[in-house]
């Protein structure tokens, strides 16, 4: 069971883990017109990974440390935090 203070941490990353999905969706849309039941999983996936060799869609409001989320913890919290 996580501790109230890794609990919280789990419950903001997945937070953050849902704006970040948001946007990738969101750029896949724009850049394939496909919505997501128009879509496979496997589609969707081969070009998110081309995206990481050759990324095309970027919100101009976004900062290159904002699309990466460069001062964000990243994966589970560490135990003993």
Same mark, same amino acid.
């Given at each position: !069971?996580?501790?109230?203070?890794?609990?919280?941490? !789990?419950?903001?990353?997945?937070?953050?883990?849902?704006?970040?999905? =948001?946007?990738? $969706?969101?750029?896949?849309?724009?850049?394939?017109?496909?919505?997501?039941? +128009?879509?496979? $999983?496997? +589609?969707?996936?081969?070009?998110?990974?081309? !995206?990481? $060799?050759?990324?095309?869609?970027?919100?101009?409001?976004?900062? +290159?440390? =904002?699309?990466?989320?460069? =001062?964000?913890?990243?994966?589970?919290?560490?135990?003993? $935090?």
């Amino acid at each position: !069971m996580p501790t109230p203070r890794n609990l919280k941490i !789990m419950q903001e990353r997945h937070k953050i883990l849902h704006k970040t999905f =948001d946007e990738l $969706l969101a750029c896949f849309i724009n850049e394939t017109k496909k919505t997501p039941a +128009e879509a496979t $999983l496997e +589609e969707f996936i081969q070009w998110s990974h081309a !995206m990481t $060799l050759n990324p095309t869609c970027a919100s101009d409001k976004n900062t +290159e440390q =904002d699309a990466t989320h460069d =001062d964000e913890p990243v994966g589970p919290p560490r135990s003993g $935090l």
